[in-house]
Protein backbone atom coordinates (compact mmCIF):
# COMPACT_ATOMS: atom_id res chain seq x y z
CA UNK A 1 0.00 0.00 0.00
CA UNK A 2 1.13 3.71 -0.78
CA UNK A 3 1.31 6.26 1.55
CA UNK A 4 2.20 10.34 1.18
CA UNK A 5 4.70 10.49 3.46
CA UNK A 6 7.63 13.09 2.21
CA UNK A 7 10.61 13.98 4.33
CA UNK A 8 10.86 17.22 2.99
CA UNK A 9 9.10 19.87 0.36
CA UNK A 10 10.31 22.59 -1.37
CA UNK A 11 8.71 25.12 -3.81
CA UNK A 12 11.91 26.17 -6.30
CA UNK A 13 11.28 28.75 -8.02
CA UNK A 14 14.16 29.50 -11.05
CA UNK A 15 14.68 32.57 -13.24
CA UNK A 16 12.98 34.95 -10.54
CA UNK A 17 13.16 38.76 -12.04
CA UNK A 18 11.86 40.46 -8.96
CA UNK A 19 13.51 41.28 -5.48
CA UNK A 20 13.69 39.41 -2.74
CA UNK A 21 11.36 40.82 -0.52
CA UNK A 22 8.76 41.78 -3.25
CA UNK A 23 9.42 37.95 -4.15
CA UNK A 24 8.11 37.25 -0.65
CA UNK A 25 5.61 39.42 -0.45
CA UNK A 26 3.57 38.50 -3.41
CA UNK A 27 4.05 34.67 -2.17
CA UNK A 28 2.89 35.64 0.96
CA UNK A 29 5.89 33.59 2.72
CA UNK A 30 9.35 33.78 3.32
CA UNK A 31 11.94 32.12 1.13
CA UNK A 32 15.00 29.98 2.84
CA UNK A 33 17.29 30.68 -0.09
CA UNK A 34 17.40 33.61 -2.61
CA UNK A 35 20.83 33.36 -4.56
CA UNK A 36 21.45 34.40 -8.13
CA UNK A 37 21.58 32.24 -11.11
CA UNK A 38 24.12 32.22 -14.22
CA UNK A 39 21.46 34.45 -16.44
CA UNK A 40 22.40 38.19 -15.08
CA UNK A 41 19.32 39.42 -13.23
CA UNK A 42 18.09 36.15 -12.52
CA UNK A 43 17.43 34.53 -9.17
CA UNK A 44 16.42 31.12 -7.58
CA UNK A 45 14.49 31.13 -4.32
CA UNK A 46 13.33 27.89 -2.58
CA UNK A 47 10.86 27.85 0.13
CA UNK A 48 10.27 25.18 2.26
CA UNK A 49 6.74 23.45 2.95
CA UNK A 50 5.81 21.78 6.35
CA UNK A 51 5.90 17.81 6.20
CA UNK A 52 3.52 17.33 9.11
CA UNK A 53 0.14 17.20 7.16
CA UNK A 54 1.87 17.22 3.70
CA UNK A 55 -1.65 17.58 1.87
CA UNK A 56 -3.33 19.92 4.13
CA UNK A 57 0.17 22.18 3.29
CA UNK A 58 0.16 21.54 -0.23
CA UNK A 59 -3.52 22.70 -0.54
CA UNK A 60 -2.45 26.02 1.88
CA UNK A 61 0.71 26.57 -0.37
CA UNK A 62 -2.16 26.82 -3.48
CA UNK A 63 -4.54 29.13 -1.78
CA UNK A 64 -2.02 31.32 -0.37
CA UNK A 65 0.73 31.83 -2.87
CA UNK A 66 -0.77 29.61 -5.99
CA UNK A 67 -2.48 32.91 -7.96
CA UNK A 68 0.81 35.27 -7.51
CA UNK A 69 2.49 32.47 -8.80
CA UNK A 70 0.39 31.91 -11.58
CA UNK A 71 0.84 35.79 -12.55
CA UNK A 72 4.22 35.80 -11.88
CA UNK A 73 4.85 32.86 -14.40
CA UNK A 74 2.32 34.52 -17.35
CA UNK A 75 4.64 38.05 -17.21
CA UNK A 76 7.70 36.25 -16.69
CA UNK A 77 8.95 37.64 -13.78
CA UNK A 78 9.03 33.46 -13.12
CA UNK A 79 10.61 31.63 -15.19
CA UNK A 80 9.76 27.80 -13.48
CA UNK A 81 8.20 27.13 -10.38
CA UNK A 82 8.40 23.35 -9.08
CA UNK A 83 6.89 21.13 -6.06
CA UNK A 84 9.75 19.19 -5.23
CA UNK A 85 8.75 16.22 -2.50
CA UNK A 86 11.74 14.26 -1.33
CA UNK A 87 10.86 10.41 0.16
CA UNK A 88 13.62 8.18 1.14
CA UNK A 89 14.17 4.40 -0.39
CA UNK A 90 16.10 2.37 2.23
CA UNK A 91 18.47 1.00 0.97
CA UNK A 92 17.67 -2.60 1.31
CA UNK A 93 14.10 -1.94 -0.21
CA UNK A 94 12.49 -3.72 -2.88
CA UNK A 95 9.52 -1.45 -4.14
CA UNK A 96 8.48 1.73 -3.25
CA UNK A 97 5.53 4.26 -4.16
CA UNK A 98 4.00 7.44 -2.63
CA UNK A 99 0.17 8.44 -4.22
CA UNK A 100 -0.39 12.31 -4.19
CA UNK A 101 -4.42 12.76 -3.81
CA UNK A 102 -5.65 13.93 -7.14
CA UNK A 103 -7.29 17.16 -5.33
CA UNK A 104 -3.80 18.37 -4.18
CA UNK A 105 -2.00 17.90 -7.45
CA UNK A 106 -4.72 19.66 -9.44
CA UNK A 107 -4.12 22.28 -7.15
CA UNK A 108 -0.89 23.20 -7.30
CA UNK A 109 -1.14 22.44 -11.14
CA UNK A 110 -4.03 24.56 -11.47
CA UNK A 111 -1.10 27.38 -10.96
CA UNK A 112 1.21 26.03 -13.29
CA UNK A 113 3.85 24.57 -10.76
CA UNK A 114 5.06 21.09 -11.57
CA UNK A 115 5.01 18.31 -9.54
CA UNK A 116 8.66 16.62 -8.70
CA UNK A 117 9.53 13.57 -6.88
CA UNK A 118 12.91 13.34 -5.48
CA UNK A 119 14.05 9.72 -4.10
CA UNK A 120 16.70 9.75 -2.04
CA UNK A 121 18.65 5.89 -1.17
CA UNK A 122 19.17 6.28 2.91
CA UNK A 123 21.04 3.64 5.27
CA UNK A 124 18.58 2.26 7.67
CA UNK A 125 20.68 0.82 10.81
CA UNK A 126 19.39 -2.23 12.51
CA UNK A 127 18.44 -1.10 16.28
CA UNK A 128 19.11 -4.96 16.95
CA UNK A 129 22.86 -4.45 16.68
Same mark, same amino acid.
Request: hydrophobic share 45%; charged share 25%.
Given at each position: $??? +?? @???????????? &?? %??? &?????? %?????????????? +??? %???? @????????? &?? &?????? @???????????????????? +??? @?????? $??????????????????????????????????
Amino acid at each position: $MSS +FE @PFAIALRLSGAT &LE %QYA &LETALK %QLTVRYEPEDAQGS +FYA %QVEI @PVEQPVRAI &LE &LAERSG @PAIAAMLEDRRLGRAVLDMA +FDY @PAEGEA $MSARLPAHAAAAIAAYGIDIEFSVYLTDVEDDEE
